[in-house]
């Protein structure tokens, strides 16, 4: 027996024995199996995922897995291919181990929307994990996997990233792929990395990355290096003085101390307002809405599956409603119109302020993970996600770090960049790490 199997059986025995519940599927047989083909490989033994164990969110497809969104709409559904990403990290000599649990249609920030019930927190148990990537985050906490791939429409990936203290990274909309994602809202959407460091984030998204021709928003992008000190001397690093305001004390003191790394370095940092913070969460909600009821209407039980709205849960069906009604040609011009005005003075002004820095740094998550099962309504959750859909709504590429704890409980730094300088992003995510 290799060293893969080995490994693989670990992790089998390691999930086998959790109770966090991070993951909807895995083929133990399978994977076995899969892990013995890849040792007696030799095309792939010198490629850079070679051996990677890798753990898959419900909504990416791959052939064979039950490809469910967490949503009873999907229970049944057995994905028949594997999507661009899954095809390019197979290609690299990774291997996926299984699917993990989110927020149904990945349609949340707890994780606790799944109708596989909810994942908790491998750092502090009776606390969510975060979402919605929120298995493919807690299994990379709990070294149920190597690394993992996750989601990220308005914070999907950074958000459980901060929480279960991991790397996440959302690349620059058009970087990764969506082929084979089931979309939540496709002008948001984009897959990325879950991982123990950075450097295993950079090199994933390597991997995953490219123009793909079944997915025409994607461009191709090259090689992303590991730079040297010296190619990152005089960076300059800015902070949303609105960004630390929204808050907890205790988060921005954690992030102030953080930022103390860049000033060691020797990197000038200075403090920046963006005023627009306020139109956030309408703009990125109202979008989301619209964008998911179409997403929806495929999902109408005749190909595949329920029809979504009898079986789906509250939340999800909050969307397809209020998503309904803005999308009648009556409320176009009033809502969604507005919000795409919105959309595009926010990215404006968040691109004048990249002009005169290298990367605007900041909390991820203004709050602590709540305890699970505690009652929050729809607008304290979407609260959580302040800080994470600007990068979304602007196309800019975002990382979140460690950067320290609270009773415990992880607290990440997020890093935004300037859209497709996701290379840039991903070194200053080394450096702060090689230095905390
Ligand atoms: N929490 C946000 C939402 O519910 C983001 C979800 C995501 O990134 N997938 O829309």
């Known amino acids: 027996m290799g060293h893969i199997v080995e490994k693989v059986q670990e992790y089998l025995e390691r999930i086998e024995r959790s109770s966090i519940n991070a993951y909807i599927q895995v083929d133990r047989e399978r994977v076995l199996k899969e892990a013995e083909n890849l040792e007696k490989n030799e095309k792939l033994k010198k490629r ?32 028949p291919y594997d999507a661009t990403v899954i095809k390019r990290i197979r290609s690299q000599g990774g291997l996926i181990i299984g699917m993990t649990n989110m927020d149904e249609f990945a349609c949340g920030s707890s994780g606790e929307t799944s109708y596989y019930g909810p994942t908790k927190n491998p750092r502090a148990e009776d606390r969510i994990p975060g979402g919605s990537s929120s298995g493919s985050a807690a299994a990379v906490s709990a070294h149920l996997c190597d690394m993992a791939l996750g989601s990220d429409t308005g914070g999907s ?42 450097r295993d984030a950079l090199l994933l ?37 609105e960004f630390m305001e929204v808050s907890d004390e205790k988060i921005r003191e954690r992030v102030e101390r953080a930022i103390e790394i860049f000033r060691d370095l020797n990197w000038e940092v200075v403090e920046l307002s963006y005023r627009y913070i306020d139109l956030a969460l309408p703009t990125y909600y109202l979008i989301n809405y619209v964008e998911f009821f179409s997403a ?36 176009s011009g009033k809502y969604y119109k507005r919000a795409l005005q919105a959309r595009r003075m926010m990215k404006k002004e968040m691109l004048k302020l990249f002009k005169d820095v290298d990367a ?77």
């Open 296 to 331: 929806t209407r495929r999902y109408d039980g005749r190909r595949y599956g329920y029809p979504i709205e009898e079986v789906c849960g509250e939340e999800v069906l909050r969307r397809i409603m209020i998503g309904r009604h803005i999308s009648k040609k009556e409320y």
């Open 205 to 241: 998204t390597n991997v995953i990355k490219g123009r793909d021709i079944s997915d025409s928003t994607t461009v191709d992008t090259p090689e992303f290096k590991i730079w040297n000190k010296e190619e990152m001397k005089n960076f300059k690093i800015g902070v949303i003085k």
């Open 48 to 79: 850079p995922l070679y051996g990677k164990v890798i753990a898959v969110k419900s909504n990416i497809n791959v052939r064979g897995y039950l490809i469910s969104c967490a949503s009873k709409t999907l229970e049944n559904y057995i994905s």
């Open 157 to 198: 990936i950074r958000n459980p990233a901060s929480h279960c203290g991991v790397v996440g990274f959302k690349p620059s909309y058009g970087v990764v792929s969506r082929q084979g994602l089931c979309d939540l809202a496709m002008s948001f959407d984009q897959i990325g990395p879950l991982t123990g460091n950075a």
């Open 360 to 436: 605007i740094v900041s909390p991820t998550v203004p709050k602590l993970p709540h305890k699970i099962g505690e009652k929050l309504t729809p607008m304290e959750m979407y609260a959580y996600d302040v800080l994470t859909v600007p990068a979304n709504l602007c196309g800019m590429c975002a990382g979140v770090v460690r950067c320290g704890e609270i009773n415990g409980i992880p607290v990440g730094l997020q890093i935004m960049g300037k859209p497709f300088e996701d290379e840039k992003i991903l070194n200053i995510m080394i450096q702060f790490e090689e230095n905390f």
